[in-house]
């Protein structure tokens, strides 16, 4: 669940950073700034950036999911090596009980 919570965390961040770009972008300087110099082709050049950081922005998001997601996948290996320690742990154990060792 903490894992969960700090991701939702992550996400509001990124969303309310994302807003206050565009909001510092479409409000202040596209207009006073950039139209007023560049005309429409600085607009559509703004917008495609701000675009493109906001897509890398939010794609960052999933390749950080995906990287946790790989971090807490415990390998076939692994699990299939405890299992079988565990196996003759108990074996070892029972052989104890009754005797033979």
Not at 10 to 31: D, K, Q
Not at 75 to 95: G, L, R
Request: one cysteine or more.
């Amino acid at each position: 669940m903490k894992i969960y919570n700090l991701i939702k965390k992550e996400v509001v961040i990124r969303f309310v950073i994302i807003g206050m770009l565009h909001a510092f972008l479409y409000l202040w300087l596209v207009p006073f700034v950039v139209y007023p110099k560049f005309g429409h082709n600085g607009f559509m050049f703004i917008v495609v950036v701000a675009v493109l950081i906001s897509v890398a922005t939010l794609g960052t998001l999933f390749i950080g999911r995906k990287k946790q997601h790989d971090l807490n996948r415990v390998p076939d290996d692994a699990v299939n090596s405890n299992i079988y320690a565990a196996k003759h742990q108990n074996d070892a154990e029972q052989c104890k009980k009754s005797g033979e060792i």
